[in-house]
């Protein structure tokens, strides 16, 4: 076995999580790679059934538990077998051969204990992906200034597209709440795991996000197939925002409000269920509290 499992979560997107798998594997550095099926009804498993074997295992959960709940059964089964470090991916990132070996070679020009170092995720045209820009840290320290000379820059919070974690640092701060479903599951989880240990982001280390498009998450324009999910935006972040405090309780409210009036401004359509939407995710986060469970 590998000190290292690359944890990549799937539903219904076979051919890109077949490139996915084929991607890891021509990594520099040897990594297993742990598959968490959401209940796929594609034939996800017989598609990829060649590659499943010694290095890549196939792990079918009964019920689809959405990102977040795939997430933290992939990390948890992760750390019960014993992998020193765990990297995680969605089923759309496509890995370059250095993308790990860059990662690893940030850890010895880092002196302290790291929670997690990710790499910039770039969109197919080589841009920066916009729904995975990651938060910087604004007042550094000197040793810090020295990381970031090298092009390791210190971050709090991140998207789950490429980051490699700790083990140890999993299991002091515990698992990503699979409450979440989807949505803001990545944001939570880093800035827990950023107040308790040291993160980077390392330039050097590039991914591809095979997304359809770069626009990043709008309410406002996004068509209205895709309004429900963001019920799940509204309702964990402000769930995020109130384990912050005040000051990212008023940062959500004033987020909300400028959404609001957007939709009510500019939406081509269905504006009573995109206004719909926002309010029940708010309402319903006011007493959503899920627990942090750890890895016994």
């Not at 999580?17 to 890891?24: D, G, H, K, N, Q």
């Not at 860059?102 to 045209?125: C, M, P, Q």
């Not at 269920?273 to 309010?279: A, C, F, S």
Request: aromatic share 12%.
């Amino acid at each position: 076995m590998n000190n290292i499992a690359a944890v990549v979560v799937t539903y219904n997107r076979k051919e890109l999580l077949r490139e996915c798998i084929e991607a890891l594997k021509t990594s520099t550095c040897s990594v297993d790679v742990i598959v968490i099926d959401n209940n796929s009804t594609d034939g996800t498993k017989e598609y990829i059934a060649d590659l499943i074997g010694k290095d890549v295992i196939y792990k079918r959960l009964k019920k689809n538990l959405g990102g977040a709940g795939g997430f933290s059964a992939g990390m948890k089964y992760a750390v019960k077998k014993g992998y020193e470090y765990i990297w995680i991916m969605d089923d759309d990132t496509i890995v370059k051969e250095d993308s790990l070996e860059a990662l690893l070679s940030a850890e010895d020009e880092i002196s302290d204990d790291f929670g997690f170092v990710s790499s910039s995720v770039k969109w197919i045209d080589g841009s920066d992906c916009k729904m995975n820009m990651q938060t910087y840290k604004t007042n550094i320290t000197d040793y810090e200034k020295t990381y970031a000379a090298k092009g390791i820059y210190p971050v709090k919070a991140a998207t789950f597209v490429s980051l490699l974690f700790s083990t140890k640092a999993i299991k002091q701060v515990g698992l990503p709440l699979k409450e979440y479903f989807i949505w803001g599951d990545d944001k939570e989880y880093t800035l827990r795991m950023s107040s308790e240990f040291a993160c980077y982001n390392v330039v050097a280390s590039e991914v591809i996000h095979k997304m359809n498009n770069n626009e990043g998450s709008n309410i406002t324009k996004d068509d209205i197939g895709r309004i429900d999910r963001y019920y799940y935006a509204y309702r964990n972040d402000f769930a995020t925002a109130r384990s912050q405090g005040i000051k990212d309780l008023l940062i959500y409210m004033a987020g909300f409000m400028l959404n609001a009036v957007r939709i009510i401004l500019f939406a081509p359509s269905n504006k009573s269920k995109r206004l719909g939407i926002m309010l029940k995710g708010l309402k319903d986060g006011i007493a959503f509290r899920p627990r942090v469970r750890y890895v016994k």
